[in-house]
């Protein structure tokens, strides 16, 4: 009889002792993610300049970081088009081995270009000297993509005349004849070659038919083998190996010059993201600082209320970072569009997206934020809170 009446109470206890101990089981982030977000809500205007400066900066990074690899695989690829970087030459016997093509391509494995060339010094009709060079036009069209040249060569006894030669032989592109060694050829200009170097001098004609006329096999082979400079060299150490009886010797021109372009390409990339890096942290900076000045009061009560020192630095801190984190997000997509752009716009070709850049991304801008919070953290720790709640 009498537990009756006690059910009712115990049952109506329930509801709050079940809230209770929600509410203490219920996480404190709640409160600090609050916290977080009403802070960049009531000051908004230096909350987006801060994040616009991350977004610079983590868009710059992306972009850049994006670019390193694929343009200098790009800027290897330009250089190809402009020819030989290493060329294999008799060493004084007239001519190199008959299977040096064979061998070169073998120890190459696919990563280069090669082409054969012969020369002779034949005569015209009118007994003038000119430079006749005997190559495989296929080859030389992918190896030699720089040249100028109005039409190649198609058909037997077809040649491709050099400008200056072109005045000497064939002012007015008619067929005519060459001579060597009593042997004459008639042959017919396909196009004109122009390239500002010794090649306008020369004629070039299909390597069959300068064999069948001179009988005079390739003394030169011409390669452009790909990659940097230290697999160039190394490639062209393979090369003098597998070829004791030529002589192998690089390009200095184009190797230099390409090494120089590269180096001088990631160091300006280089400089250019850590500028941009350093402005935005700078910019990060100036907008923490000018957040602890406009919330002394704001700190000053959270210190008088108990809140410590080690809390108020991590709450400042979060703010710092959210900061970072959500300007990687946003710079990494926008850095990837850029470094699309840049890779159509300057290479005809697309940059690959390397998400794998995302994490270096992220981390990098969440430590330029932390780092930038030094500073105003060491601010908040002089907020004495009976002289700002004073108004002093």
């Not at 120890?107 to 090669?114: E, Y």
């Not at 042997?183 to 196009?191: I, S």
């Not at 390669?223 to 400079?229: F, P, W």
Request: one cysteine or more; charged letters at 20%.
């Amino acid at each position: 009889m009498t537990s009756c009446p006690s059910q009712p109470a115990a049952t109506a206890q329930m509801p709050t002792t079940d809230v209770s101990s929600r509410r203490a089981a219920s996480p404190h982030q709640s409160m600090f993610l609050r916290m977080l977000l009403r802070a960049a809500m009531l000051r908004r205007g230096r909350a987006t300049s801060a994040l616009l400066a991350m977004i610079v900066a983590a868009g710059v990074a992306t972009a850049m970081m994006n670019l390193y690899v694929d343009v200098q695989a790009k800027l290897r690829t330009e250089f190809r088009n402009y020819g030989a970087n290493i060329v294999i030459v008799d060493n004084g016997r007239g001519s190199i081995p008959t299977d040096a093509l064979q061998v070169v391509e073998s120890t190459l494995g696919g990563r280069g270009l090669a082409a054969p060339f012969a020369y002779v010094v034949a005569r015209t009709r009118d007994g003038r000297s000119v430079v006749v060079a005997g190559t495989d036009f296929n080859r030389v069209r992918k190896l030699d993509r720089w040249w100028k040249v109005s039409a190649w060569p198609s058909a037997a006894e077809e040649v491709l005349v050099g400008t200056r030669a072109a005045a000497v032989v064939s002012p007015q592109g008619k067929p005519f004849d060459l001579s060597f060694q009593g042997h004459t050829v008639h042959v017919r200009p396909a196009g004109t070659l122009e390239t500002g170097a010794a090649e306008d001098s020369r004629i070039y004609m299909s390597l069959s038919d300068f064999v069948s006329w001179t009988d005079v096999q390739p003394s030169t082979i011409e390669v452009a083998a790909t990659g940097s400079a230290e697999e160039v060299t190394t490639a062209i150490q393979r090369l003098a190996r597998a070829l004791p009886a030529a002589e192998v010797r690089p390009v200095r021109q184009i190797l230099e010059g390409e090494a120089r372009v590269l180096n001088k390409t990631r160091a300006t990339l280089l400089a250019s993201a850590v500028l941009i890096i350093v402005t935005a942290a700078l910019c990060v900076l100036a907008t923490l600082i000018g957040w602890v000045f406009d919330r002394r009061r704001d700190f000053a009560i959270m210190k008088a209320l108990g809140a410590s020192e080690r809390l108020i630095n991590v709450f400042f801190a979060a703010e710092a970072g959210a900061l970072g984190v959500a300007g990687a997000l946003l710079g990494f997509v926008i850095g990837i569009g850029v470094a699309a752009w840049i890779g159509r716009v300057n290479f005809h070709a697309p940059v690959v997206a390397r998400f794998s850049v995302l994490p270096v991304v992220m981390a990098g801008s969440v430590a330029v934020a932390l780092l930038s919070a030094v500073l105003p953290i060491s601010l908040l720790r002089r907020v004495q809170p009976a002289t700002i709640l004073r108004g002093e």
